[in-house]
Structures are given as structure tokens and as C-alpha cells.
């Protein structure tokens, strides 16, 4: 498959054109009338270098809210709340955001959040369409979470955690938030084993892309 270059029009290709990995396109820009055509038709931008490439993965990892998986332990944390945590949303998208970007992953170099991308989603954020979850103790910012809102999706882009529990405590709370708000599918994107075992799972591309357009 070819891998296409995008310009100033704003179109994406066919999503079934994607390479095997996902990957369907490079270049482009991330204007807010860019992302939010890439995200209605299930594609979303990650940088290699300087480059921004788009991706559309088959299959799709996802979670559907009703399907939220929360172990015995988790189930302890959330009654008995022992670290103090405070949960709220929208409360402080600018520091999750810039968390998100400085914290350090094992087994990756760096980040794909450039200033380009936190620039973009703060913008998106003082639009309406990106939200953030946050997790407090004492005062203090200790984990989070941030994505986008489209009709009945929410698209996750990233989370992070100062403290044990922190990131797990911010998405329980913010799934159920969700749910209770009308929000049917939620997009992992891709897959991480962590996901996985609060409930999400993978489906098809084609089921996915079928998804957005009843549910946006």
C-alpha cells in the first residue's frame, strides 16, 4: 500500500487503504478542523520525529463503558479511598496535558506529545472537544487522563500517574462519569495489556468505523 502525503486540503484517504500497522498517511497539520475531520473517520495522528503520521489501526482496541472491568483490588481502592483522592474534570487540562508529555515510559524514548500536539489539544480543549480527568491528593495533581468528545465518543489520547493507583482511580471514575453522560464506545486506540484487563477489547476496523458514524 501506498503511503499517502497530505497538503493543505483537508481530506484524509479511505481508512482500508492503511497499512498492516495502521499506518494510512504523513505530513499535514494539526488544526483544529483537521483533527476533528481525522477523528470522526477513527483516524488520529502520532509524531515520529518531526513528522506527523495518522493511523487507523484494524483492528481497533476499544471499551465499551457497560463492559468496565474493576477487580477486587480496584473495588477496595475506590471505597475505601485511602490516598485521599479527589477526582474532578476540566478542572486542569493545560497541567494534564504537560504531565502526560513529561512523564517517562518504559521502553519508549521521549514522547509523541511535541508542543505542536499539546498546543493543538489546549486549543481543542478551550473549544469543547477535549476533556481532561484529574486525580488530586493533598492539593496536588498526582494523575489524569485526556481525550477527545464527539457526539457519543470519547476518544482517550493519553494518561499519567504520580502515585500508585493515581491514572487507575482517574479512568474508573471518568468511565462512569461517561456512561452516566451518554457516552457509548470509548477508543483505546491501540492495545495495552493494562486496558485490557479493565474491559477493553479488540474489534474490527470496519465495526469500528460503523461505530462513529451512528454514534457521532
Not at 486549543?123 to 457519543?152: F, M, P, T
Not at 474508573?172 to 483505546?188: A, M, N, P, T, Y
Amino acid at each position: 500500500m501506498p503511503l499517502f502525503a497530505l497538503d493543505k486540503e483537508l481530506v484524509f484517504p479511505p481508512v482500508q487503504l492503511a497499512e498492516p500497522d495502521g499506518l494510512l498517511a504523513m505530513g499535514g497539520d494539526l488544526s483544529t478542523e483537521r483533527l476533528l475531520l481525522a477523528y470522526r473517520q477513527g483516524i488520529f495522528p502520532w509524531y515520529e520525529g518531526d513528522t506527523i503520521l495518522w493511523w487507523c489501526p484494524d483492528p481497533r482496541f476499544v471499551l465499551f463503558p457497560g463492559e468496565l472491568k474493576i477487580n477486587k483490588t480496584t473495588k477496595a481502592l475506590l471505597k475505601r479511598n485511602e490516598n485521599g483522592f479527589e477526582f474532578t474534570t476540566n478542572k486542569a487540562f493545560t497541567q494534564v496535558i504537560n504531565n502526560c508529555k513529561e512523564s517517562k515510559r518504559p521502553g519508549q524514548e521521549g514522547t509523541w506529545i511535541t508542543d505542536e500536539v499539546e498546543k493543538a489539544y489546549t486549543r481543542l480543549h478551550q473549544l469543547g472537544h477535549a476533556h481532561s480527568a484529574e486525580v488530586w491528593s493533598n492539593g496536588e495533581l498526582v494523575g489524569g487522563l485526556y481525550g477527545i468528545i464527539l457526539g457519543k465518543v470519547f476518544f482517550g489520547e493519553s494518561m499519567f500517574s504520580k502515585v500508585s493507583n493515581a491514572s487507575r482511580y482517574a479512568f474508573i471514575k471518568f468511565v462512569h462519569q461517561l456512561k452516566e453522560e451518554g457516552i457509548e464506545l470509548i477508543d483505546c486506540q491501540v492495545y495495552t495489556e493494562y486496558l485490557e484487563s479493565m474491559g477493553a477489547r479488540m474489534i474490527e476496523r470496519k465495526e469500528f468505523i460503523s461505530l462513529l458514524k451512528k454514534l457521532i
